[in-house]
């Protein structure tokens, strides 16, 4: 019993918007996973989900390698498995069905099933790891192997028990000693194909890295089930073998550290930037990070020594009676000198904004557009509250979750409880603010051209001429906005 077949419940095909911006980034939560049991002995492959059409398509795959654990190791890395939508979740019940059938144990870690082990572990599923599951995952393993029976001594499972009920043990303490993970196994992953499809999408190669796991912050719409709110990281020492690695491999153009938040602990950043230009390891990047973190000027200015370009930065609301309802901990005004200061150092600053949370009326979304508007981010992300188990949001408005409780694919921007404004309101003004957002940078682009006239070029001519589109559409949302807000 030596042979592990892992997968992940991410089908691309089954996210249009995802699909058709074609910039994909490989299961890195997989690969570690894979990476400590190959370490272990284990003979793994891997069934990258990824760019597969469907589900079924597992069924040859299991017939050739005949593994004796087929795992489903969701990359807890990347948000929109958090999200947990129910297109990847059947995919995921499909896959344990087809796994069981071919003689197959079956464990399963994502966020989604440790949400909800028990319909996991009724659809097919054997084991659910709950948390953090490299090492629980090397521990059942080696259970199993050597033929022990009772499970309820590993922590951070759950498994149906004699008497047919669904059980947990107790949790796992997180991993603390991240360096002491062996690099992800990157040579399982098909990696031109990863590459062909940024090529054609952008023009350039982006990979995906981790630094750190897990976020001491209390944003109260925001779950946590794998690393909860514990903040544990790399050395950079670490973080700098693995790109050393990556670069001698691919041909890489681009990093996005897909941490919570980069950076976070004292002076790592400082040091970080100092080891990449001293191996001369400077790389485009882009990372996630906080607003009252980057109102630190030499924070951010070895950011952008170090290669950054781009920030996301989760703004969220112009409002601070919003912001405040969230718990998120930070300012309007901070938001402002974060983004003042990453422009300055040359990097560019997008924001995340989020519409629909309890509370917000009217002023509140104006307050968040006039912020957008002024500020001008480099690119917006625009959602709608969407609340997920384990969260103090969800537990406000779980009353009106009745008949959804998921999105089925990350584009269907629906809000699925009661509101200020019914939830044709909140995708109409999804519509309405990016129209918005776009003239705005239009008409900047003209007072930089006229104020500029010998930086004229092709690209800012268009963006200036965009204008011509940006305001009669802008008006027309705005229009049928206006007429949603009277029904």
Excluded at 41 to 69: A, H, Q
């Amino acid at each position: 019993m030596n042979n592990i077949l892992f997968s992940h419940s991410y089908f691309l095909r089954f996210d249009p918007k995802q699909w058709s911006l074609g910039q994909p980034y490989a299961p890195l939560g997989t690969l570690y996973a894979a990476a400590l049991m190959r370490e272990n002995g284990y003979n793994v492959s891997l069934f990258d989900t990824m760019f597969v059409e469907d589900p079924n398509r597992v069924i040859p795959v299991l017939e050739k390698i005949r593994p004796d654990f087929f795992v489903i190791y969701d990359d807890g890395f990347n948000y929109l498995t958090k999200m947990c939508l129910t297109n990847m979740r059947e995919a995921a019940f499909s896959m344990c069905k087809m796994a069981k059938a071919k003689g197959c144990t079956v464990i399963v870690s994502s966020s989604d099933s440790t949400d909800r082990y028990e319909e996991y572990l009724r659809e097919g599923a054997d084991f659910v790891i709950i948390g953090e599951a490299e090492h629980t995952l090397l521990e059942l393993v080696n259970h199993i192997e050597t033929g022990l029976e009772d499970h309820t001594a590993i922590q951070g499972l759950a498994f149906i028990n004699k008497d047919n009920k669904a059980i947990k043990t107790i949790p796992r303490p997180v991993l603390k000693d991240l360096d002491s993970l062996p690099l992800p196994a990157w040579d399982l992953v098909d990696m031109e194909r990863y590459r062909e499809s940024w090529l054609k999408s952008v023009g350039y190669f982006s990979i995906n890295m981790g630094t750190t796991r897990g976020c001491p912050f209390k944003c109260n719409w925001c779950a946590k089930p794998i690393y909860g709110n514990r903040y544990n990281s790399r050395s950079p020492e670490n973080v700098i073998k693995e790109l050393k690695l990556l670069k001698d491999r691919y041909p890489i153009d681009h990093i996005w550290f897909c941490d919570d938040i980069f950076g976070l602990k004292p002076g790592w950043v400082m040091e970080f930037s100092q080891l990449i230009q001293k191996e001369n390891l400077r790389t485009r990047f882009k990372i996630q990070s906080r607003a009252d973190l980057l109102v630190d000027e030499k924070l951010v200015a070895s950011l952008a020594a170090s290669g950054c370009e781009n920030i996301w930065m989760g703004a969220e609301s112009g409002s601070q009676k919003i912001l405040d309802a969230m718990d998120k901990g930070i300012t309007v005004e901070q938001i402002q000198i974060a983004t003042k200061s990453m422009k300055k150092e040359g990097i560019k600053p997008s924001f995340f904004i989020q519409f629909g949370y309890p509370g917000e009326d009217k002023a509140d979304i104006a307050l968040t557009i006039k912020m957008i508007n002024e500020l001008l981010p480099f690119e917006i992300g625009i959602s709608v509250s969407y609340p997920l188990p384990g969260t103090v949001f969800y537990d406000r408005v779980k009353a009106d979750l009745k008949k959804k409780t998921n999105w089925t694919d990350s584009d269907e921007m629906a809000l699925m409880f009661s509101n200020t404004f019914p939830p044709t309101y909140y995708k109409q003004l999804h519509k309405f603010v990016h129209k918005n957002y776009h003239m705005h940078l239009a008409k900047n682009s003209i007072v930089k051209l006229i104020k500029n006239p010998l930086a004229i070029n092709i690209g800012s001519l268009k963006k200036a001429l965009s204008v011509f589109y940006y305001t009669p559409a802008t008006y027309i949302e705005r229009l049928k906005l206006n007429q949603l807000e009277r029904i």
